[in-house]
């Protein structure tokens, strides 16, 4: 899974009829280290409620279609989490509510 | 799923008998701040019904079958939303009627 | 799918048995608007019969397998067609017969 | 299958239903000539137990669900072993206790 | 498919039940064209008995299970054939036994 920021969102009325109801995040994925945005931006089916600013990460592949949310649906990236905290060799780079 | 902009079209004569039918249409991908093409190229195939200059979205991999149009298909990229509009951080960084 | 020319072959004696009788073709992965060869490369399986310096696309993922040349193989990669041309912004960057 | 180093932790309260109780682990991946760090960072799902600081090598896509841990969920990225040591031309670039 | 060199060994001894006795090669990606390593690398479950030195390709996704030796397990590469010579535009670039 790969970790980015919710930056946006994506509105289509034109689309295919089994993604009808299914919110488009707009997301930059972030280096968890310095926690920047690459400059790298990927349109994620949400499946748990992200709003705008927060870190999630996503799943690529078929395994997008494994939520309750995208089963049976043509996703390839679906954000499955959002992160509280992110911690490298014992510190916290990041903390949801200290951010 | 990647955004990217619908630039042309691939035909071809001699061809898996699957995607007899489908058509072809070439994408550059964008980046969708600044909306400008990425001189990245793929070949997608169309569920939406997407003409040129549009701004569109496809889903790859096994996700690309899951449309009415190209169930069974050998296809790893599928168009399967033309996007109204963009929106980062409240701001619109795209809109379909005002480009 | 990804645009490439033919530019080789490869060939293996001893291989999983399963890809026995297939025919592996080198392909050099190319800028549609420039038509120019970008360096990289792919072993691709063939199912449209394509030949040295033809353009071609290929399918990736589980998606190769959907062909009935490919059908329980062990394909990442399949030649899935031919081009005839490629159109962009109404001006042909590639035709078969004038090339 | 992909080397890379455990390096941290990324926890999530509010997340897919499925993938409750699963560890998820902050790799860096790695050269392994070097054995340096390449800045390149993914979130894996855990099967084996692995702990900070360890070499591990994880799978992506559709085979990331195939271990006891993870069928049916949500991964695109499950670490399935712990490296002990890399031989390459006869010399070990990485052996466990000796690091 | 993609073309590479097998350069070393990967041995682990605690891993996902389901790759016990699985061979797992170190092969670092080539140029077909000039034969020279790339400095990427992956790590592939061998389905052929390919030995240090060989060049081979191997198959990446859902189709690296799709051999004998790595049906239903979680691999994500697996070689699958090594290679005998390979042609680029009527001269071989590489053959086994005059390397």
């Given at each position: ?11 289509s ?75 490298k ?11």
């Open positions: 899974m790969i970790l980015a920021r919710v930056i946006g969102t994506v509105v009325s034109q689309k295919s009829t089994k993604i009808e109801g299914i919110k488009f995040l707009l997301l930059e994925k972030i280096d968890p280290v310095t926690m920047k945005g690459k400059g790298d931006y990927v349109v994620s089916m949400d499946s748990v409620g992200a709003g705008p600013g927060e870190i999630v990460f996503y799943v690529s592949g078929s395994s997008a279609r494994m939520t309750n949310v995208t089963e049976g649906k043509p996703s390839d990236s679906t954000i499955i989490a959002i992160v509280d905290f992110i911690e060799d014992g510190v916290y780079t990041f903390q949801k509510n200290r951010e």
